[in-house]
Each structure stands twice: as structure tokens, then as C-alpha cells.
T-cell receptor, first 112, second 113 residues
Framework: DQQVKQNSPSLSVQEGRISILNCDYTNSMFDYFLWYKKYPAEGPTFLISISSIKDKNEDGRFTVFLNKSAKHLSLHIVPSQPGDSAVYFC???????????FGPGTRLSVLP | DGGITQSPKYLFRKEGQNVTLSCEQNLNHDAMYWYRQDPGQGLRLIYYSQIVNDFQKGDIAEGYSVSREKKESFPLTVTSAQKNPTAFYLCASFGRTGEKKLFFGSGTQLSVL
């Protein structure tokens, strides 16, 4: 049973528009969340994190929103750039980093 | 420059052979992890270690072994008991001070000859 779900395997967005990537989780004990970007045959690159005491965190073009009651988080990228084309993973931990569970990823394509 | 180094980048295994993937970090992190990624799938946890000389099985530990004799090093051995070893393997470490995030190496692609 998947504890972390990313229900959209792929997403296409026009350059300059907003990209919204979604992540749902089932374990109410998760209290810390990370987003990563990954290119083929490379290690994931950290984008942004959020803890359960917050509902929003921003870093440049990236904003993560957390809705604890819905067990849902989303990553917003504004404006989207062609270099953002990659697979995006969300990850969740139940004790601020003891162990992380990853979602299956969403492939984002930003079209010029 | 602090980071995680994985080697080799590409590795080929023959039937019945054990192979070892190297992972070294100079970030002074206590926790280290091994993940496996199959095409089109997410990262699945093989083993993790929170401290030297201690490690725990992850979700898919069968056919793998690890050691943690030094803080900096967390090698993964893919044994002959792992019947489907072809995958992309990622090593990571986690720091509990400063920015709390997983730092990943660049990965090792293991293929079966």
C-alpha cells in the first residue's frame, strides 16, 4: 500500500505558466516533507521542504503548500522554465528525518 | 566541497556474482541510506544506518547487505540472491543540523550481463 502517492504520472505546461505538482499521503504521523527534482541517470536534487507546523514555504520560484487535514501537499513552480523539465518526487518522514517514504514521481515537461 | 560520492557510475554483474557499490560522504552526517530506482518508479529503501556499526533493513532488503564501519562510508553489496538486480542505485545521507534534507550521490547503474 503506497503511503505517498503522486497520482499524475506526467504533466505538460507552457513556459512561463504555473506548474502544480500534487502529492497525497495516508500516514497521519508524517510531519516533514521534501520535494526533489531528478534528471535521468543522476541523483535527485533538493528543491524545498516543509514541516507540519507550517502550511506554506517559499524559495524563489518554488512554493510548497501543505494541507494536513486533507493529507495533501502541492509544489508550485512559477514561472515554469524549460530547464524545469524533470521528474519530481515528494518524500515524507514521520519523525523529521528518521526515514523517508518517496512517491512514484511526476514527469514535468515545460514546453517552450 | 562537501558531498556524497558513489562509485562506480556503471557496473555489470554476472550470474552468481556479488558486487559492491561504494558510497562515501564528507558531510559529517550520521544517517546514511541506500535506495533503488526502477524505470518509471519511485525510490525504494533498501537499507539505512543511523549511526556507525548499526543498520536496519528497509522495504526491499532481501538479496542485499551493507556495513557501516566508518561514519563516512556505507557500502552496499548486491548478492547473488538478488534475482533482479538491474536498477539505478542511490546513496543518500541526512543531516539533523542545519538544513534538514537528504543529500544524494550521483547514482550507480547496475546491469546484469
Amino acid at each position: 500500500d503506497q503511503q505517498v502517492k503522486q497520482n499524475s504520472p506526467s504533466l505538460s505546461v507552457q513556459e512561463g505558466r504555473i506548474s502544480i505538482l500534487n502529492c497525497d499521503y495516508t500516514n497521519s504521523m508524517f510531519d516533514y516533507f521534501l520535494w526533489y527534482k531528478k534528471y535521468p541517470a543522476e541523483g535527485p536534487t533538493f528543491l524545498i521542504s516543509i514541516s507540519s507546523i507550517k502550511d506554506k514555504n517559499e524559495d524563489g520560484r518554488f512554493t510548497v503548500f501543505l494541507n494536513k487535514s486533507a493529507k495533501h501537499l502541492s509544489l508550485h513552480i512559477v514561472p515554469s522554465q524549460p530547464g524545469d523539465s524533470a521528474v519530481y518526487f515528494c518524500a515524507a518522514s514521520a519523525d523529521y528525518g528518521q526515514n523517508f517514504v518517496f512517491g512514484p514521481g511526476t514527469r514535468l515537461s515545460v514546453l517552450p | 566541497d562537501g558531498g556524497i560520492t558513489q562509485s562506480p557510475k556503471y557496473l555489470f554483474r554476472k550470474e552468481g556474482q556479488n558486487v559492491t557499490l561504494s558510497c562515501e560522504q564528507n558531510l559529517n552526517h550520521d544517517a546514511m541510506y541506500w535506495y533503488r530506482q526502477d524505470p518509471g518508479q519511485g525510490l525504494r529503501l533498501i537499507y539505512y544506518s543511523q549511526i556507525v556499526n548499526d543498520f536496519q533493513k528497509g522495504d526491499i532488503a532481501e538479496g542485499y547487505s551493507v556495513s557501516r564501519e566508518k561514519k563516512e562510508s556505507f557500502p552496499l553489496t548486491v548478492t547473488s540472491a538478488q534475482k533482479n538486480p538491474t536498477a539505478f542505485y542511490l546513496c543518500a545521507s541526512f543531516g539533523r543540523t542545519g538544513e534538514k534534507k537528504l543529500f544524494f550521490g550521483s547514482g550507480t547503474q547496475l546491469s546484469v550481463l
